[in-house]
């Protein structure tokens, strides 16, 4: 069972940028590929970004490469995401994810564990 919890959301004008980060605890909490995803506001859940438990492998979304940055710091049991160059359209509810793998993959669905979720609002 792994237990996660993010923080750092809140209210950025366009072009800002903001730090999100999940604290993960729980039996082997490094052995997992984590992820971010976000839900804006009256659409389905999408997949932004993932690590793998190494942090030598990630995946973005093409809506967000280049502008936002996933690493791990597995000492600390701690996910970031670095979002740069903000947009309105990146104004949703930030969710961190985790799914067990030691192979060092990487993947957007198939996630067991769920955090709660952080709000991320960009104002035009």
């Known amino acids: 069972q792994v237990q996660l919890v993010e923080s750092g959301g809140g209210l950025v004008q366009a072009g800002g940028s903001l730090r999100l980060s999940c604290a993960a605890s729980?039996?082997?909490?490094?052995?997992?590929?984590m992820g971010w995803f976000r839900q804006p506001p009256g659409k389905e859940r999408e997949f932004v970004t993932a690590i793998s438990w190494d942090g030598d492998r990630t995946l973005y979304a093409d809506s967000v490469k280049g502008r936002f940055t996933i690493s791990r710091d597995n000492a600390k049991n701690t996910m970031y995401l670095e979002m740069n160059s903000l947009k309105p359209e990146d104004t949703a509810v930030y969710f961190c994810?985790?799914?067990?793998?030691?192979?060092?993959?990487?993947?957007?669905?198939?996630?067991?564990?769920w955090g709660q979720g952080t709000q991320v609002t960009v104002s035009s």
């Open positions: 729980g039996r082997s909490s490094s052995a997992y590929t």
């Open positions: 994810a985790a799914r067990f793998d030691r192979d060092g993959r990487v993947f957007e669905s198939g996630y067991d564990y």
